[in-house]
């Protein structure tokens, strides 16, 4: 079982930078696929960016690329996205997840971390 653990959201201007950490335990996670999901009040959650198990193969959503980056490091059970040039509408509860990159194939979920962008 993977417990997951997300940190690093908060209230920044737009333009600004964040990145978020989450931390995993369980010694299987570096088996899994991770990936980080969104959900801004009132909408369904939506896919943000995935990685696959070893770290070789990033996606992301059309509406991130070239802005975010995923990355993980298996040796510490982490994963993590760096977000930059970040917009107000990307206001949102970040989760990190394991599993697949739709939420019907995610198996564990994180509690979320908030990012609030103003403008």
């Known amino acids: 079982q993977v417990q997951l653990a997300e940190s690093g959201g908060g209230l920044v201007q737009a333009g600004a930078s964040l990145r978020l950490s989450c931390a995993a335990s369980?010694?299987?996670?570096?088996?899994?696929?991770a990936g980080w999901f969104r959900q801004a009040p009132g909408k369904e959650r939506e896919f943000v960016a995935g990685?696959?198990?070893?770290?070789?193969?990033?996606y992301y959503a059309d509406s991130v690329k070239g802005r975010f980056t995923i990355s993980r490091d298996n040796a510490k059970n982490a994963v993590y996205l760096q977000m930059n040039s970040l917009k107000p509408d990307e206001t949102a509860v970040y989760y990190c997840?394991?599993?697949?990159?739709?939420?019907?194939?995610?198996?564990?979920w994180g509690q979320g971390t908030r990012v609030t962008v103003s403008s």
């Open positions: 990685i696959r198990w070893n770290g070789r193969q990033t």
């Open positions: 997840a394991v599993g697949g990159y739709t939420v019907p194939d995610v198996f564990t």
């Open positions: 369980g010694r299987t996670f570096s088996n899994y696929d």
